[in-house]
């Protein structure tokens, strides 16, 4: 996409937002041999350089790439559902130069071969950074704990059994007690599956008169609950998944006030959408935890306003057509979520429930802060950061058709729907890994 004899490019005109530095105003970026190396205000002018590219980015955000920090990626043994190649390009798509790759694979990624050979395939056929999670147990089964010294060492940025929650609360203490001394987080899907199983959406009035078992909160309010205690007993590292419940909001922020070492993520999903969704028996809106109410998600917006949920993660988790057309009781749980993440949180700002500066912030340095800088400074346009940018149009309006994706998985409650605000460009690590076709792109 670039001039192949110029490794510069000059992100030319949009407004900046990098809430790692308090920047937002109009300017250019100047990004040469991966790294950002000049960033200035509309009236300055970059340092010379020869030939390089021009990306001209007039009515555009400028913002550092986004940062996810719980996909699924399914590879290896699930490749039929995506790929590390088709999900790292799905990724692109949405402005997620980051993305940190769930365990819940075949074999699962429970050993320094299985984290060695995602790496090894992200480096060669990724196109944006990815980073591996470790589990928590051998093979996810909560039995006892994986070799979780040596996942880290092996470069892992968490351990979770995503899809397999701990029930176990002594191998659930002990994971957060090598938490303690690894300074990873334990990230934990919190469900009392025995207080879910069967259900397949939120229970209440809707799931009734749809004849469909529910999910209460409690199921989820329960294991934040407990997660929450043994955090506090150890001193260990909590990182609660896709927060969907009031009660988990208010769980997580007494924890935060009493000084428990907890951070939490929520998702697009459970941002903007409600159980209402499900009326139809569309399966592409059977997810876990399930959509909830719009008294959830109010709850779920306060926190991320008062830093009581410090991040949005997408939770992507696609599924083949054929899954889905099971019926909605032997559909999979799970929604594609990549390209569709920005044009859905954008519908949170216009009521002012959140603004773009804190959207972007819990896109970028938040989850940023929770990788730490292993990788690098990740989630920010600091001079001599890796060029990590994003490009979008906040006024956009684009109808989502599942065929255009990249990924395979076309699992969206959102297909047909318009949404506002679109990825035009992403720039991982200084390549330009995705641009939408009417960008322009210079070489002077």
Not at 179 to 207: F, K, Q, R, T, Y
Not at 385 to 393: Q, R, Y
Request: aromatic share 4%.
């Amino acid at each position: 996409m670039m001039n192949r004899k110029s490794n510069s490019l000059l992100i030319y005109g949009g407004r900046i937002i990098d809430p790692s530095q308090g920047i937002d105003e109009i300017g250019s970026l100047l990004i040469a041999d991966g790294k950002i190396s000049w960033l200035g205000k509309e009236e300055m002018t970059p340092p010379p350089q020869p030939g390089y590219n021009v990306l001209r980015a007039q009515g555009l955000i400028i913002c550092p790439g986004f940062v996810d920090l719980h996909c699924h990626l399914r590879q290896p043994g699930f490749e039929e559902k995506e790929t590390i190649a088709t999900g790292s390009q799905a990724a692109a798509r949405g402005g997620f130069t980051t993305i940190c790759c769930m365990p819940n694979t075949n074999p699962p990624l429970d050993s320094r071969t299985t984290i060695d050979y995602v790496k090894s395939v992200a480096a060669t056929e990724g196109v944006v950074r990815v980073l591996p999670i470790g589990c928590i147990s051998r093979g996810r089964k909560g039995k006892e704990l994986a070799e979780m010294g040596e996942l880290a060492s092996a470069g892992v940025i968490g351990f979770s059994d995503d899809g397999a929650p701990a029930a176990n609360s002594r191998l659930m203490r002990q994971a957060l007690d090598y938490s303690l001394a690894l300074g990873l987080p334990i990230i934990d899907h919190c469900e009392d599956i025995a207080l879910s199983e069967g259900g397949v959406m939120n229970e209440g009035v809707i799931s009734t008169r749809l004849g469909l078992r529910g999910i209460p909160n409690a199921a989820e309010e329960i294991i934040v609950a407990r997660d929450i205690a043994l955090a506090q007993l150890t001193g260990g590292w909590l990182h609660i998944a896709h927060t969907s419940t009031e009660g988990s909001v208010d769980l997580i922020r007494q924890a935060k006030d009493k000084g428990i070492k907890v951070t939490a993520e929520a998702m697009p999903h459970h941002l903007t959408l409600t159980e209402e969704k499900v009326i139809g028996y569309d399966a592409n809106a059977k997810v876990n935890p399930p959509l909830r109410t719009k008294r959830d998600i109010q709850a779920l917006i306060q926190g991320l306003n008062n830093n009581t949920i410090d991040i949005i993660a997408t939770d992507h988790a696609p599924h083949t057509e054929a899954e889905k057309q099971r019926g909605f009781a032997l559909a999979p749980f799970g929604i594609s979520g990549f390209e569709t993440a920005l044009g859905s949180l954008m519908s949170v700002l216009p009521d002012g429930q959140l603004t773009l500066v804190s959207l972007i912030a819990k896109l970028t340095c938040e989850p940023a802060k929770i990788i730490g800088n292993k990788y690098g400074k990740l989630g920010t346009l600091a001079v001599g950061a890796s060029a990590d940018v994003t490009l979008f149009d906040p006024a956009l309006e684009w109808v989502v058709d599942t065929r255009a994706f990249a990924s395979k998985g076309k699992n969206t409650p959102l297909a047909g729907s318009m949404l506002k605000g679109k990825v035009m460009a992403t720039i991982s690590q200084g390549k330009l890994v995705y641009k939408d076709d009417s960008v322009r792109l210079e070489t002077i």
